[in-house]
């Protein structure tokens, strides 16, 4: 009987008294011991049983310890997880437990709260051990979402970039070519990133193998950092050949610049000798052969009149091909070509021989204006001053590359001025089209002689679709003569081809406006050499602007003209240093200009003239 009442008591003492505190044993040391299974834990609770009582007990668990929490966010990046995947269940788990601990500890307070909460933990664990490994992967994402720090979406893929960079700069520098094992090393690793990157732009559209090469590529390049320890001496070095390289590139833009002047004065073999061709056959003609036909039309207002004034055979025989090839009526047009006296006989014997069917040609020698001279030209007696002969000739003794362009014989020859004397040169005409020689004609210029200038003087494309195309580009501003009469902002216009009214151009005045300004530019303080400054000055306000399909320019400098204005234009210019007759010229332009030369023609196969 005692034994039996022995038996009851100890029974009653594991019930009361040792179960409980093993109970709370267990489950203390399994919450903070990592790496002890708490699903088999709570399985082992759950099955406990006593005297054939299958319930469940119910578990009152412990009050979290604020002191043991886990850091809260991304332990391990998703990057990272993918080099220490044995880990990442677990942390997974413990980021869960104190997020959810830290965002609820206000209700922790409350014992019932408490077992409630270790309750639906439990169960949510039970539910992700009996998952399949996709599902709990998937239940893992979308529960870690929102504690994830936000990153752009490309910062690995600019991360493994300026890795490349960095190591392609590593395999130049001195230190680490002596090394070759290294060397090899980082080229490999270049080559393995390259494949890599591909052509990902996110960080989504790099493969799982990017992560591995990047972290081999980091390794490499910290074996370099440490053999190259002395970056000063080698930034030194670079920046010392940077200051060469600019040095020397300065010297050979200045030599281009230089040569590029130099070839544009520079008459070629073949011009040359073309004139001289010319000149010895226009002696041998009798003096009835060297006329030109309807010399009655040179003075008739009624038809189309044009002036040309060149002294470049070939540049003008353009000029008026291009021209007669496009208009409706060819009787109707009148070139006036005005040239210097070596090459008046050139000129006219060229004419006489390849006569643009029937078209009037009339060629003038300039010196056979009687009236142009010093003490009625300003320019001309500037032109012959021995400043002005002193500032071209010492060209070879400048260093100033910006000037070099004015120190050009075209500025010294009085047939680059002649524009401003049309009224003197065709007294008895009301309007005249003026082309450059450096021109192509695309289309019938009929157009122009009927247009309304609306009282200006000037019919001109205007140029200031670019800033560097305005007043302050040409004229010194800094001067108050020019400062108190002009707007730097104005917008420039095109010398090349321009319709003028000479009617208005009598009635203004306006030879006499020049003649004043370049009295008062005699010290060149106003503008430098040239005819544009002058010209912008004179038609001040007497400008009537033209549509820019009539007129574009560019092609002797800029070879990005844009193509669809080249062929919608009536006239395109070859303005600058590249002229389509020199070696220099664009190509991709030339045959613009090329298409309107006779290459068949006996004084350019003489003189070695191809296309």
């Not at 030879?511 to 038609?539: A, C, D, M, S």
Request: glycine residues 4%.
């Amino acid at each position: 009987m005692k034994v039996k009442v022995r038996h009851i008591v100890l029974n009653l003492l594991w019930v009361s008294v040792f179960s409980p505190i093993f109970i709370y044993t267990y489950m203390v040391g399994t919450f903070f011991d990592p790496s002890f299974s708490r699903l088999d834990f709570l399985d082992d609770v759950a099955a406990f049983t006593l005297s054939g009582d299958t319930s469940h007990l119910h578990v009152v668990p412990l009050e979290t310890s604020t002191a043991l929490k886990k850091p809260v966010g991304v332990v391990y990046s998703d990057h990272s997880a993918n080099s220490f995947p044995s880990e990442v269940t677990e942390h997974k788990s413990t980021r869960v437990l104190s997020a959810a601990s830290e965002e609820r500890q206000p209700l922790l307070n409350n014992p019932i709260t408490q077992a409630n909460e270790s309750q639906l933990f439990a169960i949510s664990l039970e539910e992700q051990h009996t998952l399949p490994p996709g599902k709990i992967e998937q239940k893992e994402q979308s529960v870690n979402k929102s504690y994830e720090m936000t990153e752009a979406a490309d910062v690995q893929v600019h991360r493994i970039k300026d890795l490349l960079i960095r190591a392609k700069v590593y395999i130049s520098l001195p230190a680490i070519k002596s090394n070759s094992r290294l060397t090899r090393e980082l080229r490999l690793r270049i080559k393995e990133l390259s494949r890599a990157i591909g052509d990902a732009a996110k960080d989504t559209d790099l493969p799982k193998s990017a992560f591995e090469k990047l972290k081999a590529m980091e390794q490499s390049l910290e074996k370099g950092k440490q053999i190259q320890d002395n970056c000063g001496a080698s930034i030194k070095r670079l920046r010392a050949m940077l200051h060469s390289t600019e040095d020397q590139l300065r010297v050979h833009k200045k030599k281009t610049t230089f040569l590029a002047q130099l070839t544009a004065k520079t008459l070629p073999k073949g011009l040359h000798c073309l004139p001289l061709r010319l000149t010895t056959e226009y002696y041998t003609l009798d003096s009835s052969q060297q006329n030109f036909l309807d010399e009655d039309k040179l003075e008739d207002p009624r038809l189309y009149h044009y002036a040309l004034f060149s002294d470049n055979i070939l540049a003008a025989a353009v000029v008026v091909n291009s021209t007669i090839s496009h208009v409706k009526h060819p009787s109707k047009h009148v070139f006036h070509i005005v040239t210097d006296r070596l090459n008046y006989a050139a000129m006219r014997m060229w004419f006489l021989r390849n006569s643009p069917g029937k078209v009037t040609i009339q060629v003038q020698n300039i010196e056979e204006f009687t009236w142009l001279n010093s003490s009625y030209s300003p320019v001309l007696k500037q032109l012959g001053s021995p400043s002005i002969r002193d500032y071209y000739f010492r060209a070879h003794r400048s260093n100033s590359v910006s000037n070099l362009k004015y120190q050009n014989p075209k500025y010294l020859s009085i047939l680059n001025h002649l524009r401003f004397y049309l009224p003197e040169i065709f007294p008895k005409l009301n309007k005249v089209l003026f082309l450059d020689d450096d021109v192509v004609v695309q289309k019938d210029l009929s157009d122009l002689w009927s247009l309304d200038l609306k009282a200006n003087v000037n019919g001109a494309v205007e140029t200031c679709g670019e800033s560097f195309h305005r007043f302050d580009r040409y004229l010194n501003f800094s001067h108050p003569l020019i400062s108190k009469n002009f707007d730097p902002h104005a917008c420039g216009w095109a010398y090349g081809m321009n319709i003028f009214d000479l009617a208005e151009w009598r009635r203004q005045n306006i030879t006499e406006v020049y003649h004043r300004w370049q009295k008062l530019n005699h010290g060149r303080q106003l503008w430098k050499l040239g005819t544009l400054p002058p010209g912008l000055i004179t038609f001040w306000k007497r400008i009537h602007p033209l549509n820019r399909s009539w007129h574009v320019l560019g092609l002797g400098y800029n070879p990005n003209v844009n193509q669809r204005e080249i062929e919608r234009a009536a006239v395109i210019h070859y303005n600058g240093n590249l002229k389509p007759w020199l070696e220099i010229g664009i190509p991709k332009y030339r045959n613009y200009w090329a298409k309107y030369v006779h290459y068949d023609s006996v004084y350019l196969r003489d003189c070695n003239i191809n296309p």
